[in-house]
């Protein structure tokens, strides 16, 4: 099974930019459709953005749409997620996951912090 390491995350006062990553090893990333999801404190885990197999279909939660970007290189085995605008309200530990029907994101990575400051 593939097994997915998140990286990048960090400090950054609103209006700032990150971008984090998701590196897959054990299988080729190729064979998942892939997502961000995100956790903020004392509030439940949720859908951030997803980008299919071939990386030409994304979709995002409205909240982010126009500022956050998800991205894939399959040769690298890599996803990102770019995150222009921040806003306070984007800080949270945020989750890479796989998905193989499309549907159910079984794979799931550690974790990165991003935190915003106003």
């Known amino acids: 099974q593939v097994q997915l390491a998140e990286s990048g995350g960090g400090s950054v006062q609103a209006g700032g930019s990150l971008r984090v990553s998701c590196a897959a090893s054990?299988?080729?990333?190729?064979?998942?459709?892939m997502g961000w999801f995100r956790q903020a404190p004392g509030k439940e885990r949720e859908f951030v953005a997803a980008?299919?197999?071939?990386?030409?279909?994304?979709y995002y939660r409205d909240s982010v749409k126009g500022r956050f970007t998800i991205s894939r290189d399959n040769a690298k085995n890599t996803v990102y997620l770019q995150m222009n605008s921040l806003k306070p309200e984007d800080t949270a530990i945020y989750y890479c996951?796989?998905?193989?029907?499309?549907?159910?994101?079984?794979?799931w990575g550690q974790g990165t912090q991003v935190t915003v400051s106003s």
């Open positions: 996951a796989a998905s193989e029907d499309g549907q159910d994101f079984d794979f």
């Open positions: 980008i299919s197999w071939s990386g030409i279909d994304m």
């Open positions: 054990g299988r080729t990333l190729s064979l998942y459709a």
